[in-house]
């Protein structure tokens, strides 16, 4: 059964830093992972969306790589600012074409003015 | 506009009494699917549809049921909600096929008294 696992939980920071978010997954045989950002109450926005055959996608000041073969993402958020504070979740889809997204739990991070 | 629509936002209601969540995509995905979202649980997917006429179960199907008329509409139906499917539940939807990613509605938050 597939696990994905969010580090930190939590991450606080001042206004301006880079900062890495990761995700680990014990099921390698995934069909894409996709990253998501969730504001308190609201919904899921996607950020980012890498195939299994892809190394890294980048979206304006998000960078985010994939290392299949060790079960590992990060998301790379370069000169925070305090509108990125959010919680950050990551899913990965498996390589059937009906199957569904497992999230991680999220890293809700904080950025401070 | 690109999105998924549900309704209501928000539902308070009491033990037994029927009630349905509606979902709504405009993109002519095939693929929707309902979450629920809870505190140190993460996302779990309760049903998906890959087409009309087409539903199956995910993780936590137990107290729920789906129904897939029409392409566009996914509506999640609580017969005899309790307590606990008190949750934050979302509708997604993509194409079934390709890599694309998967779109989130706003949620749907229900207490059940």
């Known amino acids: 059964k597939q696990e994905v696992t969010q580090i930190p939980a939590a991450l606080s920071v001042p206004e301006g830093e880079n900062l890495v978010l990761n995700c680990s997954f014990t099921?390698?045989?995934?069909?894409?992972l996709q990253w998501f950002r969730q504001d308190p109450g609201k919904g899921l926005t996607s950020l980012l969306l890498?195939?299994?055959?892809?190394r890294e996608q980048t979206s304006g000041r998000l960078n985010a790589s994939l290392d299949k073969s060790s079960g590992r993402s990060t998301l790379y958020i370069a000169a925070s600012q305090p509108g990125d504070s959010a919680t950050y979740l990551c899913?990965?889809?498996?390589?059937?074409?009906?199957?569904?997204?497992?999230f991680g739990e999220g890293t809700q991070l904080t950025v401070n003015p | 506009e690109a999105q998924v629509t549900q309704n209501p936002r928000y539902l308070i209601t009491v033990t037994g009494k029927k009630l349905t969540v509606t979902c709504s995509q405009n993109?002519?995905?095939?693929?929707m699917s309902w979450y629920r979202q809870d505190p140190g649980l993460g996302l779990r997917q309760i049903y998906y549809?890959?087409?009309?006429?087409?539903?199956d179960k995910g993780d936590v199907p137990e107290g729920y049921k789906v129904s897939r008329k029409e392409k566009r509409n996914f509506p999640l139906i609580l017969e005899s909600p309790s307590p606990n499917q008190t949750s934050l539940y979302f509708c997604?939807?993509?194409?079934?096929?390709?890599?694309?990613?998967?779109?989130f509605g706003p949620g749907t938050r229900l207490t059940v008294l």
């Open positions: 997604a939807s993509r194409k079934q096929r390709g890599w694309d990613e998967q779109f």
């Open positions: 099921d390698s045989a995934i069909y894409n």
């Open positions: 890498i195939q299994s055959s892809q």
């Open positions: 899913a990965v889809r498996k390589e059937t074409s009906g199957s569904r997204l497992t």
């Open positions: 993109m002519n995905h095939e693929y």
């Open positions: 549809s890959m087409n009309v006429e087409v539903t």
